[in-house]
């Protein structure tokens, strides 16, 4: 193959804009696959059960076709991106696989927050940007106004823009022929011989029980075999190619991968932690310079899991390693405390991907568990030394440390919001509640005459977004607005460990790390929701919830008079041995805190897990 011929690009879409679909309708157009094995709604690229569930694409896939076109056959690479905000690295790694982009849009629903963000990207590494309206079978698509919000937003050509139905097929094989003729082939390598030296992106990975982990890669220089002893230039370890080929949809061997071709190599890697996207490879003995932008993925949520039954903790370790095995952005770390036993800190690179990872745990491995409060890296800056702390339990007391502690800050994100007009009032209300500043607003259509939706972005802790923002967005906007996010650093920030106490002893597993203006709110509710779940006991129990030595709220629940024993005396030994040895059982599936008996079902409704 001469470059000329191969073409590298991806789709980037808004959520449900139709992405899977279009890619089925290439694969098919091009006989890649037939159309039965595209059954409805099985998109082939999206292969997770819980992507199907949720009609959303969490992992990349990818896939090569061929076609002749303008009277050449073509080696065209989709490499399929992820949909979602928490995967921005991987958006921009599979871009960096690529020469174009095409920016898929519904016409019926316009630009949406996510289009904007993997716009920004796309533009951002120079690919060529194809702008393409989806859904013009529906009575509700209005391509023109799109194509002119499409100008207005990115300064986009309105006489670029094709026009598709991915789901009757028509305009699909105009895409095809404007892949070819509007992205430029891949960069001809310096040295076309085959031992030129080697050079390879590694943009993706995925597990394969039997040969391990699969990596997939772009050639950028030189050519890859079977028998090939490479090297990772960020890990230093050393593989031998066991088998190289193209994604055709599925893995099929060819000989060997040239400059400009994608394709996946196996070579015995054990761990998807030793797959590091961004990574070069290169072969051993050969000096070449890492690719540009290589950054390790940066976990921004954290939960504690732990297991319903204490001896399950061995399993749910076992289950969680498996489960990381096929998705290497999860952070691992073992945790233990007083309340729940032994757990796993885990850390992910945003809320939906927590989301994700948790339902998978649960379906896939039948897991019982409980999931603590999510929480954000806080930095505390001491006078010598930063701290990155993603347990609230370890947030320092900040009346004892007075002097000690010069501040603390937490991660803000650059927030973008498209809705209709109408929903104005309610999103700059949500907003605020939810601590943002810097609000600025812009209308989206302007002097079109359609119903007019505007875009507003502010600086909003991260903290804020991950527990019931989105929701909240979706009901105060009826389900219309759309909402993305992009890292903006650290802030300084008034803030302070919550603790919860039963009869003056904290429980550790439910500590938070809260803002000050929030903390009377907070304190309250959650009093008063253990209020509710608690048993009453023997004695009478306080619930507290503090921040630092003050006392924020507090409810008690009285005690409950239950000798339950006293009437089994004289002669019922029996009856009465018995009933203690029920007493017992149940008392195994109770955590204890100080004297006070905490059901495992308190923890489920405090922290709302199902
Ligand atoms: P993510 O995987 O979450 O990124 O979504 P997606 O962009 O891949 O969307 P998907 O292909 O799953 O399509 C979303 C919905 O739109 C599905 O119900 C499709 O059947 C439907 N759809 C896609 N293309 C068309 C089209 O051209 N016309 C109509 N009417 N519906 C379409």
């Not at 059960?49 to 050449?72: D, L, P, Y």
């Not at 490499?79 to 995967?87: A, K, W």
């Not at 890492?290 to 370790?317: C, Q």
Request: aromatic fraction near 8%.
């Amino acid at each position: 193959f001469s470059t000329d011929v191969i073409r590298n690009f991806s789709i980037i879409a808004h959520i449900d804009h139709g992405k899977s679909t279009l890619a089925d309708r290439l694969l098919e157009l091009t006989g890649t696959i037939d159309k039965k094995q595209s059954g409805k709604n099985e998109q082939v690229l999206d292969k997770l059960k819980v992507e199907r569930e949720r009609g959303i694409t969490v992992k990349a896939q990818t896939a090569s076709m061929f076609e002749e076109i303008n009277g050449k056959k073509h080696l065209l690479n989709l490499i399929d991106t992820p949909g979602h905000v928490d995967f921005a690295w991987e958006v921009s790694r599979s871009l960096a696989a690529c020469q174009g982009a095409i920016l898929l849009v519904d016409a019926s629903q316009g630009i949406q927050a996510q289009s904007i963000s993997v716009f920004h990207v796309a533009k951002d590494r120079g690919v060529k940007i194809i702008p393409v309206l989806n859904k013009i079978d529906l009575p509700a698509a209005q391509p023109e106004r799109i194509k002119a919000q499409l100008e207005s937003t990115f300064g986009i050509d309105p006489s670029e823009a094709l026009y598709i139905s991915a789901k009757t097929g028509e305009g699909v094989a105009d895409v095809l022929k404007a892949i070819v003729d509007r992205v430029p082939p891949p960069p001809e390598p310096q040295d076309i011989s085959t031992n030129a030296p080697l050079k390879a992106l590694l943009f993706d990975s995925f597990y394969d029980r039997y040969r391990g982990v699969i990596s997939l890669v772009s050639i950028q220089h030189g050519v890859l075999q079977k028998g090939d002893k490479i090297m990772s230039c960020h890990t230093r370890k050393k593989y031998e190619v066991m088998e190289v080929g193209i994604m055709y949809p599925e893995e099929t061997p060819t000989t060997a991968l040239y400059p400009g071709q994608v394709g996946y190599v196996a070579c015995n890697m054990k761990e998807s932690s030793e797959a590091h996207i961004g990574d070069t490879l290169h072969r051993v003995g050969e000096k070449v310079e890492p690719l540009a932008g290589f950054k390790p993925t940066k976990a921004m949520v954290f939960a504690g899991i732990f297991p319903v039954d204490a001896s399950d903790f061995l399993k749910l370790e076992q289950s969680i390693a498996r489960l990381t095995l096929t998705d290497r952005s999860v952070t691992v770390q073992r945790e233990s405390s007083s309340a729940l036993g032994q757990g796993c800190r885990l850390g992910f690179l945003g809320t939906l991907h927590m989301d994700v990872f948790r339902q998978r745990l649960e379906d896939e491995y039948d897991a019982n568990i409980i999931v603590t409060a999510p929480t954000v890296p806080y930095k505390v800056v001491y006078k010598d030394k930063e701290i990155i702390i993603s347990n609230p339990t370890d947030f320092p007391d900040m009346a004892d440390s007075i002097g000690k502690v010069k501040e603390v800050q937490e991660p803000i994100v650059k927030a973008s919001i498209i809705f209709p007009e109408e929903h104005f009032g309610e999103m700059m209300d949500l907003c605020y509640s939810h601590r943002a500043e810097d609000l600025n607003h812009t209308f989206l259509d302007a002097g079109t005459g359609a119903q007019t939706r505007i875009m507003l972005t502010c600086i909003i802790p991260l903290s804020e977004i991950v527990t019931d923002f989105f929701d909240q967005l979706k009901s105060r906007s009826s389900g219309f607005a759309s909402f993305d996010y992009e890292d903006a650093g650290y802030k300084q920030s008034d803030l302070a460990k919550m603790v919860f106490l039963l009869n003056s002893k904290p429980v550790d597993a439910l500590a938070l790390v809260v803002h000050r203006s929030q903390q009377d709110l907070i304190g309250r509710a959650w009093v008063k929701k253990l209020h509710g779940v608690l048993r009453r006991q023997l004695f009478e129990i306080s619930i507290q919830a503090a921040v630092g030595k003050k006392i924020i709220s507090r409810e008690t629940l009285s005690a409950v008079r239950a000798d339950v024993t006293a009437g089994l005396y004289g002669g019922h030994y029996e009856r009465k041995m018995k009933h203690l040895q029920n007493q017992k059982e149940s008392k195994k599936k109770m955590k204890m805190v100080g004297n006070v008996e905490l059901p495992q079902e308190a923890f489920f409704s405090i922290l709302g897990n199902k």
